[in-house]
């Protein structure tokens, strides 16, 4: 599966839990990290979990490669699924307001997925 379908996927999810802030970065060259970072918010940790788990659940009925790692879902405040080229990270607002990581690379391209 390409990045840019598996980016889309994610973020077609996420919305479906109404995640909000929904943007990916193509941070290609620039992190050796990854290639692009989807990024999105929740109110609360109940939400963003939800949002975790519904990534998981669609993009597994879609047969898309299932991620390397998921960290921070216990407690909610700042999950990260890994999935190789493509990091997710689920933000509660204040959380992703304080480390601000849409600045870091202030000169990649990036997407909106609000709708």
Same mark, same amino acid.
Request: glycine residues 4%; proline residues 3%; aromatic residues 6%.
């Given at each position: /599966?390409?990045?840019? *379908?598996? #980016? +889309? /996927? $994610?973020?077609?999810?996420?919305?479906? +839990? %109404?995640? !909000?802030?929904?943007?990916?970065?193509?941070?290609? @060259?620039?992190?050796? $990290?990854?290639? #692009?970072?989807?990024?999105?918010? @929740?109110?609360?940790?109940?939400?963003?979990?939800?949002?975790?788990? =519904? $990534?998981?659940? *669609? &993009?597994?009925?879609?047969?898309?490669? %299932?991620? /390397?790692?998921?960290? @921070? %879902?216990? *407690?909610? =405040?700042?999950? &990260?699924?890994?999935?190789?080229?493509? /990091? #997710? =990270? $689920?933000?509660?607002?204040?959380?992703?307001?304080?480390?601000? &990581?849409?600045? &870091?690379?202030?000169?990649?391209? !990036?997407?909106?997925?609000?709708?």
């Amino acid at each position: /599966m390409d990045t840019n *379908t598996l #980016v +889309k /996927m $994610i973020a077609a999810a996420a919305s479906d +839990k %109404k995640a !909000t802030r929904i943007v990916s970065q193509d941070i290609s @060259g620039q992190s050796s $990290i990854c290639d #692009v970072q989807v990024l999105c918010s @929740g109110s609360n940790e109940r939400q963003t979990q939800a949002i975790c788990s =519904h $990534i998981e659940d *669609t &993009l597994r009925e879609k047969r898309a490669p %299932k991620p /390397m790692a998921i960290e @921070g %879902k216990q *407690t909610g =405040h700042w999950i &990260l699924m890994d999935y190789g080229d493509v /990091m #997710v =990270h $689920i933000f509660l607002d204040t959380i992703r307001d304080y480390y601000a &990581l849409e600045r &870091l690379w202030p000169s990649s391209s !990036t997407t909106s997925y609000e709708s």
